[in-house]
């Protein structure tokens, strides 16, 4: 797609389950970023990737919080024993180069409540 | 470390007003700046950004923005706004520091509504 691409646009679930959130990046951009979204907090960093590795996950809030990318492409935010206070949007970034201030690409977001 | 502040949560306009939103940062390195838009039940996209050059940028849809250094702001304006501008706008910075990854630090928002 000419975009980025977030799945699941909706996801409802119980307090304690673990869920994954996708993202598949623009095609061709190195750098993909994942933000979360949340009222009171606003817009959070939460890790950066350049290409598989990690140089930046200093935004996860806890260690239930985990992500990968595989491929260069497509990374997957996992949130293990969800808590209500993990309700929020989270939304996945991309740029091409990740450095002089190049545009990042945001997705629609996933929105996550925890019941 | 970056910080941004967004002095107003909220502010409500006429339509064909002109409007200013107010951006401050705080940053130990030059930084990069930026104004990103959502609409009702959008992602996040991006106004316009400075990078270098001129103070003043510009938008497609008649918005603008100063860099002033030396008030360390980046306040966006629009001298006329349409019903189509009400949205929340996000004002954010990343660091001139290639390590960092391009990371953006946003502010809490401004919640413009235009009304009729």
């Known amino acids: 797609g000419a975009g980025v691409s977030q799945s699941p646009s909706n996801k409802v679930t119980e307090k304690g389950k673990d869920v994954e959130l996708r993202c598949d990046p623009i095609?061709?951009?190195?750098?993909l970023y994942w933000y979360r979204q949340s009222l009171g907090q606003g817009l959070e960093f939460l890790i950066y990737?350049?290409?598989?590795?990690?140089?930046?996950k200093s935004g996860l809030p806890s260690d239930r919080f985990s992500a990968e990318r595989t491929g260069g492409s497509v990374s997957t935010l996992t949130i293990q024993r969800t808590q209500q206070e993990d309700s929020a949007v989270y939304l996945c970034?991309?740029?091409?180069?990740?450095?002089?201030?190049?545009?990042?690409?945001f997705g629609e977001g996933s929105w996550l409540t925890v019941v | 470390a970056q910080s941004v502040t967004q002095l107003d949560s909220q502010v409500p306009v006429f339509e064909e007003a002109p409007v200013e939103l107010r951006c401050n940062y705080s940053?130990?390195?030059?930084?990069?700046l930026f104004w990103y838009v959502q609409y009702p039940n959008q992602g996040l996209q991006l106004l316009l950004k400075?990078?270098?050059?001129?103070?003043l940028v510009e938008s497609i849809n008649g918005f603008e923005a100063e860099f002033n250094k030396s008030q360390t702001s980046f306040h966006l304006r629009k001298p006329s706004v349409h019903i189509s501008d009400t949205a929340e706008y996000f004002c954010?910075?990343?660091?001139?520091?290639?390590?960092?990854?391009?990371?953006?630090?946003f502010g809490g928002g401004t919640r413009v509504l235009v009304k009729p």
């Open positions: 940053s130990s390195v030059s930084v990069y």
């Open positions: 970034a991309s740029t091409f180069n990740p450095s002089s201030g190049n545009t990042i690409y």
């Open positions: 095609s061709g951009h190195t750098a």
């Open positions: 400075y990078l270098s050059g001129s103070t």
């Open positions: 990737f350049q290409g598989n590795s990690a140089p930046d």
């Open positions: 954010a910075v990343s660091p001139m520091i290639k390590a960092a990854g391009n990371k953006l630090t």
